[in-house]
């Protein structure tokens, strides 16, 4: 009798006979993908709303809503490990400062992403936009201004910034801000670039320094200048409108200036000029027919039109000056920094009780050196403490640029 055929051997089996419950792997898998984009981007926007990092971090270990679908062991035991390092290091983060809680944010954002892209990586369907990339999109959207979320690496995100010029992508306070600044410094136009009154940096290499700064060379109506036989003509007073006013005290690095608060005017030859801020000299940068004073203040003003009109009060050696006193008082702490005064000042008590003066054409004593300054300097000088010169001149000991040549200039003086 024939005997079967012995059946032939049973194949090996293999991960791939395994029985795969397709679909709930699927609907797991879709859930945690969904958890995982929730979570990243509540810590991101969290981040952005200037939650802490403890708070961010806390949120990142708490245990998701959907459950972890089963992958490979190893592959999971590694992502586990990648999401505690990460964890780790945005709690160590969280005693630092504000960069040291950007960075812990992205180390917890980096975890998450690796343990996404791996999983769903091969799952995803052809045209289907990744989670993380889509997450990335739209942080970068978000930030604005060239911000952007760049992939540097495996499950990783990096925030990268563009500087914004001054005056964009700014609120409009900040904006407004930036102007009152620049307006009130506007005899100092040229602070931002390093020069002095003595050395490599003082006054013969102003010109050398920008090429804006080309007027303190060239220009053929600079200040100051040695007033000497000016025209005596029956001048039109210069109309002082000034009131107590609130003010700031800045040390600028060039001198004390004096912020004033809006609402103070002079009125001559028919124009109307703004106060914008007063500064100090010493000695006085003016000379009348050859005398220099101890000190000089300049009060620079501004018409609608941006032209500059400054008017120069000369300091000399006698009683103390009340005005002078109350900036002295408020003087900042910090080079560079702003201190508001608790009591207004009133710039009338500054002013000679005579208003006689000369003006002539000039220009910024500082870099830039800018032409087109109306000055008048008035005839009669302020007294002001010895103290008091003492104060400044401990801060500024010379802050006065050198004479500079009439050329032909006319100069009137009132009767």
Not at 74 to 92: F, G, I, V, W
Not at 216 to 222: E, I, L, M, N
Not at 313 to 330: F, K, M
Request: charged letters at 20%.
């Amino acid at each position: 009798m024939a005997k079967s055929p012995p059946a032939p051997p049973a194949a090996p089996a293999t991960a791939t006979d395994a029985p795969v419950e397709a679909a709930p792997a699927a609907g797991r898998l879709a859930r945690f993908r969904a958890a995982l984009s929730r979570k990243v981007l509540i810590i991101a926007a969290g981040s952005l709303a200037g939650l802490s990092v403890a708070s961010v971090s806390a949120y990142m270990l708490w245990p998701s809503a959907a459950p972890v679908p089963q992958v490979k062991p190893l592959a999971a035991k590694k992502h586990r490990a990648k999401a505690s390092e990460a964890a780790a290091r945005a709690m160590a983060a969280a005693s630092g400062a504000s960069q040291a809680e950007g960075e812990a944010v992205h180390a917890a954002a980096s975890a998450a992403a690796a343990a996404q892209t791996s999983v769903a990586a091969a799952s995803a369907p052809p045209g289907h936009e990744d989670p993380m990339d889509k997450l990335r999109r739209r942080l970068g959207e978000t930030l604005g201004h060239g911000a952007k979320l760049d992939a540097s690496g495996e499950g990783e995100l990096r925030v990268s910034r563009r500087d914004v010029p001054a005056g964009q992508g700014l609120p409009h306070a900040a904006r407004a801000g930036s102007h009152d600044k620049a307006a009130s410094g506007a005899a100092h136009d040229g602070h931002a670039a390093h020069w002095s009154y003595t050395g490599s940096a003082g006054p013969e290499a102003w010109a050398r320094l920008k090429p804006e700064f080309a007027k303190c060379s060239s220009g053929a109506r600079q200040s100051p200048i040695d007033i000497r036989d000016g025209i005596q003509v029956q001048l039109d007073p210069v109309q002082f409108d000034y009131h107590p006013s609130s003010f700031r005290v800045i040390d600028n690095g060039h001198t004390v200036q004096v912020n004033v608060a809006a609402g103070n005017f002079i009125e001559v030859t028919g124009k109307r000029f703004e106060l914008l801020q007063f500064h100090f000299h010493r000695p006085s940068e003016e000379r009348v027919d050859g005398k220099q004073f101890d000190m000089v203040a300049h009060l620079v003003h501004k018409d609608l039109e941006g032209r500059l009109a400054v008017v120069a009060v000369l300091l000399e050696r006698g009683s103390a000056q009340q005005v002078i006193q109350s900036v002295w008082n408020n003087l900042p702490l910090e080079r560079g920094e702003e201190q508001a005064a608790s009591t207004p000042i009133d710039l009338n008590q500054l002013l000679p009780s005579e208003r006689g003066y000369f003006t002539y054409m000039g220009s910024l004593t500082t870099p830039p050196c800018s032409e087109g300054v109306l000055w008048m300097v008035m005839k009669n000088p302020v007294s002001v403490s010895a103290e008091q010169i003492g104060v400044f001149a401990r801060l500024y000991p010379m802050n006065a640029r050198p004479i500079q040549s009439a050329s032909g200039r006319m100069i009137k003086e009132s009767n």
